[in-house]
């Protein structure tokens, strides 16, 4: 391995016509690593996925992915990248055993049978091996691709909103199987829109419009914002809402159980915001440090849905 | 380079899916059945008992003998007699009769002369097929009904031309072919339509169903996956052709006269061309919709250009050089002759490097079309 990063890329940029989908991406991944995509549809995090392994030929920039050139050596990419598509893309027509002896054998790995064994095992899919993958649930499809894009011992893990549509036990299995590999040195990149995926990863970047906004440790994100925040109780929460509501001032408002979390980048405006609900009966308002789910609120109903400006384009 | 290991997981996924797919895989086997069954009764109505009207514009013993001899052929079945070309011809016109038989005047006479008479057999050929039958026998009827007669003629009207002259008139006749042609021909066209047809949706299939995102993702070549997904239907290729020439012989008693190497050869290198023809059309296509319409685009002049419907060299220059570069036209040019006529190797050869040739440039062509990536 070369210079330490299992991705290295710079200035990675694509085009769909006029449209740019993904604008001069940089992107720095260490080994080991669990690293989210966070935006909104259309942001360009599927592109920049598919860019990294190989499916999308960049228009600009340049760099390594394990090592090997990101334009030239695709093929030497492939062998050892694991890539879970945003869709369920094997044979729904195909059994659970079917499918994976078939990306092993695609994969040239030896023992084929015993591999397929082990993993259907692992992944607890053993008593449905023989079911026919387009009758799975979601859940169960979910697993059956996590399986498949694993079954090569790949170095590099990339998930494409790996858990759209998936049961939250299901979505809580998944994630431990994610970090049992990344504890066994598997580096993971996630795109994602849910929060609780988001919290899980060790690093993140925020993408909207194919540009990368934000590019740090997952517990820096608020900073990095520079968000503040506020903690109101009153006996009417309801009314408390409203009023805040026609005052402004703030760029996050959340209900927390009992509570309702206020937060904004700009201090003054947010303390104004608190004041307009000042003769409110039961309030108690409290500054209080603001957190990850805060600052996702914030980053993700900043940027609308990025389709809005274009249609990105849809392969398969 | 390619891997076998890859090249062999595509071949197996591709067997597995064919056999889950019920339905097409019942089509792929009962096109040659159906195809042959409707083309069959075509060729096995050899027509018997046909209604026929006679013109008796003379009358003796030699006219006599020609119509016992037409009632015993079974062919024709003399419902009528007629005074008038014109009630013969409304008769025929209005398909009360199939065939009008004119004897004319001092057919008699002339015969013994060694005039060598004219007999006009008119006939209804708005269907060749069931036509053809009767009208090729038309002559031989003539010969043995005379044949009596002529040994009482002097020898010198006896062994130079015919004593008889049988005038046929028909409308319609493209082939004038035996109908031995057509089940032979038959083969091609079944291949050519079901095995196109087959590989055509075999990548448009993947791009519908997204499964081509994770087949591009695995290391997996180009040309991997092109021999891959075709080889397998190589399988129903020949199933095809076994129930073609299996009904050919027991069904319609068509003899196989010549090696089956030279044909073993050209059929396989046919089968193969077929299905990289359907696989290059879905490098093209989109849709599953578009890739049908493309393989009939190319059906449509598998089965007018090839020499199937209409014979070859009757065709005009522009149309022969389309059959040319179409591989059905060399492949029934070689099932006529091995089968029909016993060709060997060396007779066939000109037919099988155009269909080597063709097989290399789709290959070539499919290789050069598919994408690699999702772009």
Redesign the interface.
Known sequence: MKNGGVIDVKGLTKRFGAKTVVDHFDLAVPRGAIYGFLGPNGSGKTTTI?MV?????PDEGAGQVLGFDVLKE??SI??R?G?M?Q????????SIR?NL???A????LDHVRDRVDASLKSLGLADRAWQLAGTLSGGWKQRLALA?CMIHGPELLLLDEPTAGVDPKARRDFWDAIRDYAAEGVTTLVSTHYMDEAVQCDRIAFIAFGKKLIDSKTADIPGAIGLSAWRIEADDLDQATKILKAAGGYDVLARFGAAIHLAGRDDNALAGAVRSIGGLAGLEAEPIEAGLEEAFIYLMAGAADNYANGIERR?? | MLSLSRIRAVFLKELVQMRRDRPTFAIMIMVPIMQLTLFGFAIDTDPRHLPTAVELRDDGPLTRSLLASMRQSDYFEIVAQVATDEEGEALLRSGEVSYLVVIPENFERDFVRGERPQILIAADATDPVAAAGPIAAANEIARRAFAPELDRLPARLRGGAAPIDVVIHRQYNPAGETSMNIVPGLLGIILTMTLIMITSIALTREVERGTIETLLSTPVRAGEIMIGKTTPYILVGVIQTLIVLLAARIVFHIPFIGDPAPFLLALLLFIFTNLMLGYLISTIARTQMQAMQMTFFIFLPSILLSGFMFPFAAMPVWAQAIGEALPITHFLRVVREVMLKGAGFAEIRNDIWPIALILTVLALAALARFRQTLD
């Open positions: 598919r392994c190989g499916l999308l030929k695709s093929a492939k062998e990248v890539y598509t869709r369920f893309s094997l044979y729904e027509d195909l079917e002896e078939f990306i054998r695609l994969y040239s498949a392969v398969g």
